[in-house]
């Protein structure tokens, strides 16, 4: 019988594998070289017409937005169906799963995680409608990042379109919200966006909320390659120096992300559940991390001291954090904080590069690149993937703690060259 840690863990090289659950017959999880896991079953036709009952097979669900214990329930209730006469590839398993699933979505405001992208609801025929619909019924039933699409809506479309009715949104209004995204420095987010905004106006338009796509046709936005930007260790002062002079939550994300090098994201989302009893160390647990590993970060003296002084800011919310605009919730965004940061350091630079400015300068103190890595978070690549589980927990704070070290030097030195200045 399958547990939920050994879903969790289950990995291969070759193509797809599927493995049994033994509680259930026919029932199980495929997993796939790119991590992906679904559940399945699979089990014989009972009607007369079907010749020798041929074995079939349905799936539903991915892991690990349906859980293992859902996963199960769902595969009873199948059985079930099946007892009764019913095949669930009538017509076809897509199409099964599509009814089961707008089945189980289709009290849209129901849906748990509603109500954190839309607390107050969506007038009919809106924009609002489209999105509580695709998100309930499709997003968060099959996607395997619907962390992507929660971020869009909030950050870039709700605050825009929530109210506005569909009839009233076309290829010109599309343009120019995507025209603000490049302008503030995000093409590449803006090439994302219209991909998803695309798919989602074809989901509405198979489900009968929508007549038209904005974007169809509409040509590839440009887009920059990859950055190659990072601070240099006078940047590093400058900035820190800057960051100290602006007493605002998105001042500490910067510098946690430049002393952890910790993805944006999870410095934004960080609560005070993950950081254990001493405040040492950080562990991000899986589903906040972007490639789904649980990752765990040394907390230099300078990190402990940002996370002292925003416990008090933070009050009775669970996040390091908080925003007032959010009544305790995290904070969202560092964009525009990062508009006015640039603008009073003298130099461009965006919040990643923070992380990346870690990983050059820890090459430039001798860290090994498997270190390095580790730091990061990323995933280990081919054979060294398979074959070293080490985790690396005591080089990885060894690197922090020099990383720390280098960064108050940078700090330091920027001191002095401004009393000197004075």
């Not at 090289?13 to 999880?29: A, C, N, R, T």
């Not at 006469?85 to 707008?102: E, F, I, L, M």
């Not at 525009?336 to 919040?351: C, D, L, Q």
Request: net charge positive; proline share 5%; aromatic share 8%.
């Amino acid at each position: 019988m399958l547990t939920d840690r050994q879903v969790k863990s289950l990995r291969t090289d070759l193509p797809q594998v599927e493995v049994y659950d033994g509680s259930i017959p026919g029932f199980g999880v495929r997993v796939t070289n790119k991590g992906r896991k679904s559940f399945f079953l699979f089990y014989r036709a009972r009607r007369a017409v079907d010749a020798g009952r041929r074995l079939r097979r349905v799936t539903f669900g991915s892991y690990p937005y349906v859980s293992l214990a859902d996963a199960r329930e769902r595969a009873k209730t199948i059985l079930l169906e099946i007892g009764a006469g019913k095949d669930p590839n009538a017509g076809s398993a897509r199409q099964y799963v599509q009814r089961r699933s707008t089945h189980r979505a289709g009290r849209t405001l129901a849906h748990p995680k509603l109500r954190s992208i839309l607390p107050e609801g969506y007038l009919p025929g809106t924009f609002g409608e489209l999105a509580a619909a695709y998100m309930s019924q499709y997003v968060w039933l099959h996607s395997k990042a619907p962390r992507h699409y929660e971020t869009d809506l909030k950050r870039d479309l709700l605050p825009q379109w929530k109210d506005k009715p569909l009839s009233e949104i076309g290829r010109r209004e599309a343009a120019a919200l995507l025209g603000v995204i490049v302008e503030r420095g995000a093409p590449k987010l803006a090439h994302n966006l219209k991909s998803r905004l695309g798919a989602m106006y074809n989901w509405g338009i198979d489900h009968g909320l929508a007549t038209t796509n904005p974007v169809a046709g509409m040509k590839p936005l440009a887009t920059r390659g990859s950055r190659t930007r990072y601070l240099a260790e006078k940047e590093i002062g400058q900035l820190w120096s800057v960051l100290d002079s602006r007493p605002h939550p998105s001042s500490d994300v910067y510098k946690l992300i430049l002393l952890t090098a910790c993805r944006p994201g999870e410095a934004l989302g960080l609560r005070w559940d993950e950081i254990s009893e001493d405040g040492t160390v950080w562990t991000l647990p899986e589903e906040r991390s972007k490639n789904g590993m649980a990752h765990r970060m040394y907390l230099t003296p300078a990190a402990r001291e940002i996370l002292a002084r925003r416990r008090p800011a933070a009050g009775a919310s669970p996040y390091v954090f908080a925003s007032d605009s959010t009544q305790g919730g995290p904070l969202r965004f560092l964009w525009k904080h990062n508009a006015a940061v640039r603008e009073e350091v003298g130099f461009s630079f965006n919040p990643h590069d923070l992380r990346r400015t870690a990983s050059t300068h820890l090459a430039r103190l001798g860290v090994r690149e498997e270190i390095r890595e580790a730091v990061l978070n990323h995933r280990k690549r081919g054979l060294r993937g398979v074959y070293n589980l080490y985790e690396y927990d005591r080089e990885t704070r060894e690197a922090l703690e020099l990383w720390g070290d280098a960064v108050m030097s940078a700090v330091a030195q920027q001191g002095q060259c401004q009393e000197k200045a004075a």
